[in-house]
């Protein structure tokens, strides 16, 4: 199999609810530890990427410790503060060492060992096509960018979009990377049919929602 490493990406303002989401309770665990046991279940090693340390306070340090002496991997912040997913996913691909990187949100919470292992299958045609990244798209257009796989080598092409944004003070959003790319589409519903796993959780009824999803689960 492809030697594969995931970057976690727990940057976000989380404005919509009042900040910090990865630690946000979700029944008896943090938010983002539902994506890293699936990962520990997969024996995938991971990096955590966090706010730029501008944004560091005694809780947040508190909490970091925890996910780093809990899961014992790698824990790393945004190298530029409130520059968007690019900067993280950048910021976590410095520190791997794999052929590809699968990049995953702190708020996906039903992302499933299922979901990643279809999305995986897509290496071996990536590899023999070329393709840089493999990215899920929805029937309407709507792709799925940060459930997705990257070719470790994209990351020149991230260092000269950071070297852009810094220059002329912008944001790029990730379509602009992926825009770079030669990416490979897949069906939505190959990962997923009950698309379940690209629910994101951004605003607190969304929480309760999902909380529900999980109980059930169990």
Same mark, same amino acid.
């Given at each position: 199999?492809?030697?594969?490493?995931?970057?976690?990406?727990?940057?976000?303002?989380? #404005?919509?609810?009042?900040?910090?989401?990865?630690? !946000?309770?979700?029944? @008896?665990?943090?938010?983002?530890?539902?994506?890293?046991?699936?990962?520990?279940?997969?024996?995938?090693?991971? #990096?955590?990427?966090?706010?730029?340390? @501008?944004?560091?306070?005694?809780?947040?340090?508190?909490?970091?410790?925890?996910?780093? &002496?809990?899961?014992?991997?790698?824990? #790393?912040?945004?190298?530029?503060?409130?520059?968007?997913?690019?900067?993280?996913?950048?910021?976590?691909? !410095?520190?791997?060492?794999?052929?590809? +990187?699968?990049?995953?949100?702190?708020?996906? $919470?039903?992302?499933?060992?299922?979901?990643?292992?279809?999305?995986?299958?897509?290496?071996?045609?990536? %590899?023999?096509?070329?393709? %840089?990244?493999? /990215? $899920?798209?929805?029937? @309407?257009?709507?792709? &799925?960018?940060?459930?997705?796989?990257?070719?470790?080598?994209?990351? !020149?092409?991230?260092e000269e979009l950071v070297k852009i944004s810094i220059k002329e %003070?912008?944001?790029?959003? /990730? !379509?602009?990377?992926?825009?770079?790319?030669? $990416?490979?589409?897949?069906? +939505?519903?190959?990962i997923d049919p009950t698309k379940k796993t690209f629910? @994101?959780?951004? #605003?607190?009824? %969304?929480?309760?929602?999902?909380?529900? &999803? +999980?109980?059930?689960?169990?």
């Open positions: 199999m492809v030697m594969i490493s995931a970057i976690i990406l727990s940057g976000g303002n989380a #404005t919509r609810m009042g900040g910090e989401k990865p630690f !946000r309770k979700l029944n @008896n665990n943090y938010l983002i530890e539902n994506i890293a046991n699936v990962l520990i279940e997969m024996n995938i090693p991971f #990096t955590v990427v966090f706010k730029h340390l @501008n944004n560091l306070d005694s809780e947040n340090i508190q909490k970091q410790h925890y996910m780093f &002496e809990k899961y014992r991997q790698t824990i #790393t912040w945004d190298i530029l503060n409130n520059k968007g997913p690019i900067i993280g996913i950048l910021s976590g691909m !410095r520190i791997l060492n794999t052929e590809w +990187v699968i990049v995953l949100p702190c708020d996906m $919470p039903l992302i499933s060992k299922i979901s990643i292992d279809k999305l995986l299958n897509y290496i071996p045609i990536a %590899d023999s096509k070329k393709y %840089d990244c493999i /990215i $899920p798209k929805h029937e @309407n257009g709507y792709i &799925e960018p940060l459930f997705s796989i990257y070719k470790k080598s994209s990351i !020149r092409i991230l %003070d912008k944001t790029f959003p /990730i !379509r602009r990377f992926i825009d770079e790319l030669n $990416p490979l589409y897949v069906p +939505v519903d190959e629910v @994101n959780v951004n #605003t607190h009824d %969304d929480l309760k929602v999902v909380k529900k &999803e +999980v109980k059930n689960k169990k």
